[in-house]
Every structure is written in C-alpha cells, then in structure tokens.
C-alpha cells in the first residue's frame, strides 16, 4: 500500500429508509484502500451490503474520500477467547472482565440496564464516573472509521496465532485496537446485532480482545457497541479521534514478546 494516497471506503444500507429517516440498520462497512484497488474495495463493502442476515436493503451508500492525514501504525491487541456454554455465562464474564479493565462494578449494571434503550448504527459512549451516555449522537451513535489492516500481515498474524481467517473478527480487532489505543478508552464491549452471529468480546489495552463465543441467541438482532470512557473535557477530541484518525493495525512478530 502506498501510504502517501490512500482512501477512506465507508459504507452503509439500511431497510425502508435510509438511517436518517428512520430506515433499519443493515449493515455498515470501512477500509482504507489505495487508488488502484478502489474497485476491489468498493465491491467488498457492496458484497456486504447486498448479502446481510439482517436483510435486504432499500437505501445503500459507499463513499470514497482521500485521506490527508498521517497515518498511524498500531499493533493489534493480544487475543483470547473464553468458551461459555450458556449466555448468562457469557455475560457474567462481561462484567467480571470489565471490572478487571476499571469499570466501576454501578457502572456496568446501569449500562446493561439502558443497554435495550439503544438501537443505533454506530457506537454509544458511556461516561465511567456518572453511567451516562455521553455521545449525544442519538440512533447514529460514533461510528469509527479510517482504519484497516493489510490482506498479507494479517493472514501472517492468524497464521502464527493459529486463529481462522475470519473476516468479522479482522473487523471487529481493527476497530477494537483504534478504539483501546486512546487513553480516554477504559473498555469497550461489542456484540453483533447479526442475527446469525453470537460471539462478542470485552476489550482494553490491558487485557486485550477477549472473545466471549456466547453473549446472545441465535435469532436475535439486538446488538451492542459501547465504549466505556473516561474523557472529561475533551470529548469532542476523543470522537474526532475515533473518526478521523487513519490507523492501519500492523503485525510485527517480535512485538509480542
Ligand atoms: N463504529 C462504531 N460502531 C460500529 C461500527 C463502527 N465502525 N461497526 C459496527 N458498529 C456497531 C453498530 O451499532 C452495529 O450495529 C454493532 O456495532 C454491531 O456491529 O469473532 O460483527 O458489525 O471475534 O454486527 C464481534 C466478535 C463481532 C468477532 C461484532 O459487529 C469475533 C460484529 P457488527
Ligand atoms: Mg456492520
Ligand atoms: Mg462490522
Ligand atoms: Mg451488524
């Protein structure tokens, strides 16, 4: 990849209407691609759109823009994954791993409770002193974008962590990583509002990607994405971060030692 042209791809489809005019969420997608594999990129995030469980859409966007900004190099977080054999299994090791990252154990409850409140297309931010949402996005939430991880270093690293190449995790680490790699980040706990997709993970910068292979029912299209956080003053930074800065995860094998 030549980093000195490369563009951020985003996309989303939605049913009915589109997002804004209250349509259901699909699905949404983001990469970063050079020029000449725009064609590539913008028919991968079209092959998402087209092929969801969640649906057929009505309304469907891709993007291209070029990105100016410098790019930044980040290691992908360590990942382990927890077999649970129940769903309230699953969930008791949210909340265990979450303390574990220094979200107040008040904090956690009074997120699970708001947590049917929301159905939004990007992420929410939760407040760890007060349990407040703290985003003001309402049903479009944060979305994150600007990153990526080259085909061949990640293949490299799944390869190495005998991990299976699968897309969905790519995704989810990338932004995971991006995500955990800003101070104000305390945690961030995701689940898939696919209805055909049932593993969902807690991450932070401490105690890495953490897959947890149970946190819903098959059938379900409820999902979660909240980003526990401590920013204080600076939020507008902190979402300017998560939107704008171009991250590109990279594998290097002596890192992890
Ligand atoms: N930025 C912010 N929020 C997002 C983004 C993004 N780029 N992408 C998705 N979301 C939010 C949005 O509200 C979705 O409805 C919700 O997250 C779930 O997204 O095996 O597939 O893409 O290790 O359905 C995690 C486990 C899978 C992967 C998560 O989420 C594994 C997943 P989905
Ligand atoms: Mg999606
Ligand atoms: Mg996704
Ligand atoms: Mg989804």
């Not at 910068?205 to 890495?208: E, H, M, P, S």
């Given at each position: 990849m030549d980093p000195s042209r490369l563009y951020s791809v985003r996309m989303r489809a939605s049913e009915n209407e589109s997002h804004e005019n209250g349509g259901k969420h699909i699905s949404g997608g983001e990469l970063l691609s050079t020029y000449s594999d725009l064609r590539i990129s913008v028919n991968t995030l079209l092959e998402k759109a087209l092929n969801h469980s969640r649906g057929k859409p009505d309304f469907l966007q891709i993007q291209c823009e070029i990105v100016n900004q410098p790019i930044k190099i980040v290691n992908p977080l360590t990942v382990h994954t927890n077999e649970v054999t129940t769903v309230e299994e699953g969930h008791e090791l949210v909340r265990n791993l979450l303390e574990k990252t220094g979200v107040p154990k008040a904090i956690i409850e009074k997120a699970y409770q708001q947590i049917p409140e929301y159905s939004v297309r990007g992420a929410i931010l939760i407040d760890i002193h007060t349990g407040e949402r703290v985003d003001q996005r309402l049903d479009k939430g944060v979305r994150v974008s600007k990153m990526d991880w080259q085909t061949r270093n990640f293949k490299k690293w799944a390869t190495s962590k005998a991990v299976p190449y699968n897309p969905r995790l790519k995704e989810a680490l990338i932004l995971a990583t991006k995500v955990c790699n800003h101070k104000s980040t305390i945690a961030e706990l995701c689940w898939s509002d696919d209805p055909d997709y049932i593993t969902g993970y807690v991450a932070s910068?401490?105690?890495?990607y953490q897959r947890i292979t149970q946190l819903k029912h098959y059938g379900n299209e409820s999902g979660c994405r909240i980003f526990f956080v401590d920013t204080l003053s600076d939020l507008h930074t902190y979402i300017s971060y998560l939107e704008e800065q171009p991250i590109l995860v990279q594998w290097e094998e002596d890192h992890d030692t």
């Open positions: 910068k401490n105690i890495g």
